[in-house]
């Protein structure tokens, strides 16, 4: 009889492990998404931007493209000759991407605003060009952390001493970190990153320098603190982390906002213009 009782006594607990258990997930209306992340390459005569537009979801699903009604960066200090003009248009040429191309100098001179229109809505972003030092060397060294079987690659570069610097650096599939010259004003500055594991020996990495200022610094290091938070798999990051991308519809001037009840009526993203310098390195 115990045997009896001990095989039902199981068999219900394997039962109540299969129940359905309901998830309350965030629920929060779309919001419109920029991705305005120009990497600059002053060497080159003319630039080719790609700005991509998308919308937020629900919570599981993946972002969707967004159709813009107009898109332009305005450069009122750039001296167009002849029939140029003091923008650049751009034309989407993918569901939620957006082209258009331009002389070089255009971005390296004077302020720049990007302004988006989108279901009634229009929005503006300002910034200006960071220029960025080059990389001197990008090399794989031998030193390990935890596990003993990451993979370490050591960047450096030297710092201008003529600059207060802020810098993001690519460090290729999606991770990013953010380092200023407080300590490192005019010096050469090296640091490692270890890959982890899953790198293989002949796998190229792409590694870029980009410059930043000091706000666009804070908006990056405020994202990669929350994408490394111990968060759980079902929490949203503590807090909407805000770009510089604002809704002026009902703003008569954009530097006061004191008109305006709706605060949290803007689009998450960042419009950045960075000079930047690339390099690779095959894992060995």
């Known amino acids: 009889m115990k045997k009896i009782y001990s095989f039902f006594a199981v068999a219900m607990l394997c039962l109540a492990c299969e129940d359905v258990v309901d998830v309350a997930v965030p629920q929060t209306p779309p919001r419109l998404a920029i991705d305005a992340l120009i990497r600059l390459n002053v060497e080159q005569k003319a ?3 790609r700005i991509e537009a998308s919308l937020t979801s629900s919570f599981f699903d993946d972002l969707v493209p967004a159709d813009l009604s107009a898109i332009a960066i305005i450069n009122p200090d750039y001296e167009a000759s002849g029939a140029e003009s003091q ?7 993918a569901p939620g991407i957006y082209e258009g ?7 390296t001179e004077g302020e720049l605003q990007l302004a988006i229109e989108h279901e009634g809505n229009r929005y503006l972003a300002i910034t200006s060009f960071v220029p960025a030092s080059p990389i001197i060397s990008l090399e794989q060294g ?3 952390l935890f596990s003993g079987d990451e993979t370490e690659v050591e960047v450096t570069f030297t710092d201008d001493a003529d600059r207060d610097d802020f810098y993001l650096i690519d460090l290729d599939f999606g991770d990013y970190l953010v380092t200023e010259d407080e300590f490192y004003n005019g010096q050469t500055f090296k640091f490692s990153y270890f ?4 790198i293989e020996v002949g796998r190229e990495i792409e590694i870029s320098l980009l410059g930043v200022d000091e706000s666009f610094y804070n908006y990056m290091n405020q994202l990669i603190v929350q994408a490394g938070g111990d968060q759980g798999p079902f929490q949203t990051p503590s807090a909407t982390v805000r770009g510089n991308i604002i809704n002026v519809t009902n703003i008569d001037n954009i530097n006061t906002f004191d008109n305006v009840e709706d605060t949290g009526n803007f689009a998450l993203g960042y419009f950045a213009v960075c000079q930047t310098f690339t390099q690779s ?3 060995e």
């Open 47 to 49: 630039t080719t931007v």
């Open 87 to 93: 923008a650049v248009q751009f034309f989407e040429v």
């Open 101 to 107: 191309t331009k002389n070089t100098d255009f971005f």
């Open 142 to 144: 031998d030193d390990t």
């Open 195 to 198: 890959y982890d594991s899953n």
């Open 281 to 283: 390195i095959v894992i």
